[in-house]
């Protein structure tokens, strides 16, 4: 049997770190995860929010460095467990088990608040090179063209 689901998609909120009774870490979190096709109708994605645990130092790794917005890998199991809410009905929820969590984006789009520069805008000009004072270093030309120079300083010694 085969049970492995890899998803990218943006965090919903902040990844919350809980403790059990024992000591170990688990952090719970959403993503945003977008369909690859789009409605006929309005010609939008459509998007899956897919509830994520993730437990000991995988719980502690998302918890320390992602936040609300930031796009995430997930590489883990589907699980479907049983529960019973407050009303005492039972309920099913799906959930992805990370086994592996990677980050989606780097941290400059983030940074920049994922900032996209339209084509229109014009870019800064840049500064004018200065001068070269100084002359480009002289390399050991080939005999004829499509040939090798031998090497004069061979040591016969590899560095492997």
Do not use: C
């Amino acid at each position: 049997m085969l049970n492995h689901i890899v998803i990218m998609g943006r965090l919903a909120r902040d990844p919350e770190l809980r403790h059990t009774t024992t000591g170990t870490p688990v952090a719970s979190f959403r993503l945003a995860v977008d369909r690859d096709y789009k409605d006929k109708n309005t010609g939008e994605r459509g998007t899956d929010w897919i509830d994520v645990v993730a437990w000991r130092g995988t719980a502690e790794f998302v918890t320390r460095f992602f936040g609300k917005g930031r796009m995430v890998v997930v590489e883990g199991r589907l699980q479907v467990r049983g529960w019973t809410d407050k009303n005492g009905q039972q309920r099913t929820t799906a959930e992805v088990v990370a086994e592996n969590v990677y980050f989606g984006d780097s941290r400059r789009d983030t940074d920049n608040g994922n900032q996209n520069y339209s084509q229109s805008a014009a870019p800064a000009a840049a500064p004018a090179p200065a001068a070269v004072t100084q002359a480009a270093p002289a390399y050991p030309t080939p005999a004829e063209p499509g040939q090798f120079s031998e090497l004069t300083d061979d040591d016969s010694e590899l560095p492997f």
